[in-house]
């Protein structure tokens, strides 16, 4: 993940050269936080969902259900141990 924005409930998940806009399916993304700035799995759906209820928007939305960090954060913790 590139970033996480608890203010707006919003995730950034970089992918072949673009960010991809996720949120949380439920909750707040702040459970998400060992997963920002190392490589993770994502699980959820992609949501093409627009602001008007239709489901043509062109940009989609990842709404997750769980991040799992692949990757030891830079101060060495392996951040499968850390507890959300």
Do not use: W
């Amino acid at each position: 993940m590139t970033r996480g924005n608890e203010n707006t409930n919003s995730l950034g998940v970089q992918y072949k050269d673009h960010v991809l806009s996720c949120r949380p399916r439920k909750g707040s993304v702040v459970r998400f936080k060992p997963g920002i700035f190392v490589k993770c799995k994502l699980k959820g759906s992609i949501s093409r969902e627009d602001k008007f209820g239709g489901h043509n928007d062109p940009r989609p939305k990842i709404i997750v259900d769980d991040v799992i960090p692949l990757e030891v954060d830079d101060a060495g913790e392996s951040l499968f141990n850390h507890k959300n």
